[in-house]
Protein backbone atom coordinates (compact mmCIF):
# COMPACT_ATOMS: atom_id res chain seq x y z
CA UNK A 1 0.00 0.00 0.00
CA UNK A 2 1.61 3.37 -0.49
CA UNK A 3 1.41 6.27 1.00
CA UNK A 4 -1.77 7.85 0.26
CA UNK A 5 -3.71 5.12 1.16
CA UNK A 6 -2.23 4.85 4.29
CA UNK A 7 -2.98 8.30 5.08
CA UNK A 8 -6.67 7.51 4.21
CA UNK A 9 -6.66 4.23 6.06
CA UNK A 10 -5.48 6.29 9.60
CA UNK A 11 -8.25 8.90 8.87
CA UNK A 12 -10.85 6.18 8.36
CA UNK A 13 -9.44 4.32 11.47
CA UNK A 14 -9.66 7.90 13.64
CA UNK A 15 -13.19 8.66 12.33
CA UNK A 16 -14.34 5.25 13.40
CA UNK A 17 -13.38 5.78 17.13
CA UNK A 18 -14.78 9.45 16.52
CA UNK A 19 -18.36 7.54 15.59
CA UNK A 20 -17.74 5.09 18.23
CA UNK A 21 -17.65 8.13 20.95
CA UNK A 22 -20.52 9.87 19.44
CA UNK A 23 -22.91 6.39 19.64
CA UNK A 24 -22.21 6.30 23.11
CA UNK A 25 -23.19 10.17 23.77
CA UNK A 26 -25.96 9.86 21.85
CA UNK A 27 -27.10 6.51 23.63
CA UNK A 28 -26.37 8.63 27.17
CA UNK A 29 -28.41 11.19 26.20
CA UNK A 30 -31.33 10.69 28.74
CA UNK A 31 -28.95 9.58 31.65
CA UNK A 32 -28.67 11.04 34.21
CA UNK A 33 -24.94 12.36 35.36
CA UNK A 34 -23.29 11.78 32.07
CA UNK A 35 -20.55 13.88 31.06
CA UNK A 36 -19.88 14.11 27.23
CA UNK A 37 -16.61 12.81 25.96
CA UNK A 38 -14.98 13.82 22.79
CA UNK A 39 -11.65 13.16 20.92
CA UNK A 40 -8.70 14.72 19.80
CA UNK A 41 -6.75 13.96 16.86
CA UNK A 42 -3.86 15.22 15.27
CA UNK A 43 -0.94 14.85 12.78
CA UNK A 44 1.26 11.94 13.30
CA UNK A 45 4.55 13.18 10.97
CA UNK A 46 6.26 10.42 9.36
CA UNK A 47 9.98 11.89 7.78
CA UNK A 48 12.27 9.26 5.65
CA UNK A 49 15.87 9.26 7.25
CA UNK A 50 19.24 8.66 5.35
CA UNK A 51 17.93 10.27 2.36
CA UNK A 52 17.63 13.46 0.85
CA UNK A 53 13.66 14.92 0.43
CA UNK A 54 13.05 14.77 -3.24
CA UNK A 55 12.13 18.01 -5.10
CA UNK A 56 8.61 18.23 -4.11
CA UNK A 57 8.29 16.05 -1.94
CA UNK A 58 6.69 16.15 1.58
CA UNK A 59 6.64 15.20 5.20
CA UNK A 60 4.09 12.82 5.24
CA UNK A 61 1.36 13.33 7.67
CA UNK A 62 -1.01 10.62 9.14
CA UNK A 63 -3.80 11.37 11.92
CA UNK A 64 -3.70 10.04 15.40
CA UNK A 65 -5.74 9.61 17.82
CA UNK A 66 -4.22 11.41 19.98
CA UNK A 67 -6.82 11.20 23.80
CA UNK A 68 -10.35 11.93 24.76
CA UNK A 69 -11.64 13.92 27.11
CA UNK A 70 -14.71 14.70 28.92
CA UNK A 71 -16.75 17.71 29.29
CA UNK A 72 -17.68 18.29 32.88
CA UNK A 73 -19.42 21.66 32.58
CA UNK A 74 -22.74 21.17 34.66
CA UNK A 75 -26.15 19.58 33.22
CA UNK A 76 -29.56 21.29 33.72
CA UNK A 77 -30.98 19.52 37.09
CA UNK A 78 -34.35 18.60 37.49
CA UNK A 79 -36.80 18.78 39.95
CA UNK A 80 -37.87 14.82 41.32
CA UNK A 81 -38.91 15.66 44.96
CA UNK A 82 -37.64 12.04 46.28
CA UNK A 83 -35.40 12.75 49.06
CA UNK A 84 -32.32 10.84 47.91
CA UNK A 85 -32.05 12.42 44.51
CA UNK A 86 -29.19 14.06 44.78
CA UNK A 87 -27.48 17.34 42.91
CA UNK A 88 -24.00 18.65 43.39
CA UNK A 89 -24.04 22.84 41.99
CA UNK A 90 -21.00 23.38 40.27
CA UNK A 91 -18.08 21.35 41.03
CA UNK A 92 -17.36 18.20 42.93
CA UNK A 93 -18.23 14.27 42.75
CA UNK A 94 -19.58 12.05 45.31
CA UNK A 95 -17.86 9.35 46.47
CA UNK A 96 -19.24 6.03 46.27
CA UNK A 97 -17.27 2.15 47.49
CA UNK A 98 -17.17 -0.20 44.53
CA UNK A 99 -15.34 -3.18 44.78
CA UNK A 100 -12.36 -1.40 42.75
CA UNK A 101 -11.91 1.05 45.41
CA UNK A 102 -13.44 4.39 45.89
CA UNK A 103 -14.92 5.87 42.81
CA UNK A 104 -16.48 9.03 41.91
CA UNK A 105 -19.74 10.26 40.13
CA UNK A 106 -22.25 12.55 39.47
CA UNK A 107 -25.22 11.12 39.28
CA UNK A 108 -27.16 11.17 42.27
CA UNK A 109 -30.02 9.11 41.48
CA UNK A 110 -29.38 6.96 45.12
CA UNK A 111 -32.10 4.80 47.04
CA UNK A 112 -31.42 2.64 50.57
CA UNK A 113 -30.36 -1.09 50.02
CA UNK A 114 -32.13 -3.86 52.31
CA UNK A 115 -29.01 -2.74 54.58
CA UNK A 116 -30.15 0.83 54.89
CA UNK A 117 -27.26 2.26 53.36
CA UNK A 118 -27.28 5.00 50.93
CA UNK A 119 -26.49 3.55 47.77
CA UNK A 120 -26.36 4.21 43.39
CA UNK A 121 -27.41 2.23 40.85
CA UNK A 122 -25.25 -0.32 41.45
CA UNK A 123 -25.60 -0.60 44.59
CA UNK A 124 -22.35 0.89 45.79
CA UNK A 125 -22.72 2.51 49.03
CA UNK A 126 -22.57 6.45 49.14
CA UNK A 127 -19.48 7.81 51.47
CA UNK A 128 -19.35 10.14 54.09
CA UNK A 129 -16.97 12.63 55.01
CA UNK A 130 -14.75 9.51 57.24
CA UNK A 131 -14.42 7.53 54.61
CA UNK A 132 -17.43 5.27 55.71
CA UNK A 133 -21.09 4.66 54.01
CA UNK A 134 -23.71 6.17 55.25
CA UNK A 135 -26.47 4.23 56.51
CA UNK A 136 -30.06 5.75 57.33
CA UNK A 137 -31.40 3.63 61.01
CA UNK A 138 -34.42 1.33 60.59
CA UNK A 139 -37.82 2.40 60.96
CA UNK A 140 -36.66 6.49 59.71
CA UNK A 141 -38.68 7.97 57.24
CA UNK A 142 -37.75 11.28 56.97
CA UNK A 143 -34.45 11.84 55.02
CA UNK A 144 -33.03 15.36 54.94
CA UNK A 145 -29.80 16.50 53.17
CA UNK A 146 -29.20 20.18 53.68
CA UNK A 147 -26.87 22.18 51.34
CA UNK A 148 -23.89 21.51 52.61
CA UNK A 149 -24.44 17.81 52.53
CA UNK A 150 -25.24 16.93 55.90
CA UNK A 151 -27.50 14.15 56.07
CA UNK A 152 -30.39 14.03 58.83
CA UNK A 153 -33.41 11.83 59.70
CA UNK A 154 -35.81 11.84 63.05
CA UNK A 155 -32.84 10.17 64.64
CA UNK A 156 -30.40 13.12 64.46
CA UNK A 157 -27.42 14.11 61.96
CA UNK A 158 -26.61 10.72 60.15
CA UNK A 159 -23.09 12.67 59.02
CA UNK A 160 -21.86 14.57 55.87
CA UNK A 161 -21.55 13.45 52.20
CA UNK A 162 -18.03 12.94 50.94
CA UNK A 163 -18.11 15.65 48.18
CA UNK A 164 -14.41 15.37 46.23
CA UNK A 165 -13.03 18.15 44.28
CA UNK A 166 -9.48 17.39 41.97
CA UNK A 167 -7.22 20.46 41.21
CA UNK A 168 -7.05 18.68 37.41
CA UNK A 169 -10.47 16.96 36.59
CA UNK A 170 -9.54 16.16 32.82
CA UNK A 171 -6.91 13.71 34.40
CA UNK A 172 -9.98 11.69 35.83
CA UNK A 173 -10.85 8.08 34.06
CA UNK A 174 -14.00 7.03 32.89
CA UNK A 175 -14.99 3.62 34.10
CA UNK A 176 -18.75 2.39 32.74
CA UNK A 177 -20.69 5.48 32.35
CA UNK A 178 -21.01 7.12 35.71
CA UNK A 179 -17.87 6.48 37.87
CA UNK A 180 -14.45 7.82 38.03
CA UNK A 181 -11.21 6.68 39.43
CA UNK A 182 -8.20 9.06 40.30
CA UNK A 183 -4.84 8.61 40.60
CA UNK A 184 -4.11 12.21 41.98
CA UNK A 185 -5.08 12.92 45.52
CA UNK A 186 -8.67 14.94 46.07
CA UNK A 187 -9.76 16.95 48.92
CA UNK A 188 -12.69 17.34 50.65
CA UNK A 189 -15.25 20.25 48.69
CA UNK A 190 -15.06 23.44 51.43
CA UNK A 191 -18.44 24.66 50.77
CA UNK A 192 -20.37 22.04 48.52
CA UNK A 193 -23.88 22.79 47.31
CA UNK A 194 -26.32 19.86 47.18
CA UNK A 195 -29.49 20.21 46.02
CA UNK A 196 -32.24 17.94 47.42
CA UNK A 197 -34.85 16.03 45.71
CA UNK A 198 -32.92 16.86 42.33
CA UNK A 199 -30.55 15.43 39.53
CA UNK A 200 -28.45 16.52 37.40
CA UNK A 201 -28.94 15.61 33.33
CA UNK A 202 -26.67 14.58 31.04
CA UNK A 203 -24.59 17.59 29.52
CA UNK A 204 -24.85 16.21 26.25
CA UNK A 205 -26.90 18.52 23.79
CA UNK A 206 -28.58 15.93 21.60
CA UNK A 207 -29.14 17.29 18.81
CA UNK A 208 -26.04 18.58 18.38
CA UNK A 209 -24.29 15.58 18.98
CA UNK A 210 -26.66 13.95 16.23
CA UNK A 211 -25.58 16.88 13.68
CA UNK A 212 -21.87 16.06 14.56
CA UNK A 213 -21.65 12.20 13.97
CA UNK A 214 -23.57 12.76 11.10
CA UNK A 215 -20.51 14.98 9.99
CA UNK A 216 -17.73 12.11 10.73
CA UNK A 217 -20.09 9.66 9.32
CA UNK A 218 -19.46 11.96 5.92
CA UNK A 219 -15.75 12.49 6.53
CA UNK A 220 -15.56 8.36 7.16
CA UNK A 221 -17.30 8.17 3.81
CA UNK A 222 -15.12 10.40 2.00
CA UNK A 223 -11.77 8.78 3.28
CA UNK A 224 -13.40 5.40 2.15
CA UNK A 225 -13.93 6.71 -1.15
CA UNK A 226 -9.98 7.92 -1.31
CA UNK A 227 -8.89 4.27 -0.24
CA UNK A 228 -11.01 3.15 -3.10
CA UNK A 229 -9.78 5.30 -5.65
CA UNK A 230 -6.12 5.08 -4.55
CA UNK A 231 -6.21 0.95 -4.98
CA UNK A 232 -8.08 1.17 -8.11
CA UNK A 233 -5.37 4.04 -9.51
CA UNK A 234 -2.62 1.37 -7.89
CA UNK A 235 -4.17 -2.37 -9.03
CA UNK A 236 -4.47 0.05 -12.95
CA UNK A 237 -0.73 0.78 -12.56
CA UNK A 238 0.19 -2.68 -11.90
CA UNK A 239 -1.78 -4.02 -14.98
CA UNK A 240 -0.40 -1.37 -16.97
CA UNK A 241 3.41 -2.55 -15.87
CA UNK A 242 2.69 -5.94 -16.73
CA UNK A 243 0.89 -5.37 -19.93
CA UNK A 244 3.82 -3.92 -21.14
CA UNK A 245 6.46 -6.46 -19.88
Not at 167 to 183: H, K
Not at 212 to 227: G, H, I, T, V
Amino acid sequence: MSNPGYIALSRMIAQQRALDVRAANIANVSTPGYKAETVNFSDYLVRQTGVKTPSGGRTVAMVTDRASWRDFSQGELSKTGNALDLAIQGEGFFAVQTPRGERYTRAGRFTLSPAGQIVDGSGNAVLGVDGHPLSVPAGDASIGVSSDGTVSTESGELGKLRIMQFDNQEALQGEGNLLFASAQPGHQAEQPTVAQGAVEGTNIQGVAELTKMMNDLREFEYASQFADAEAQREQNAIDKIGHKT
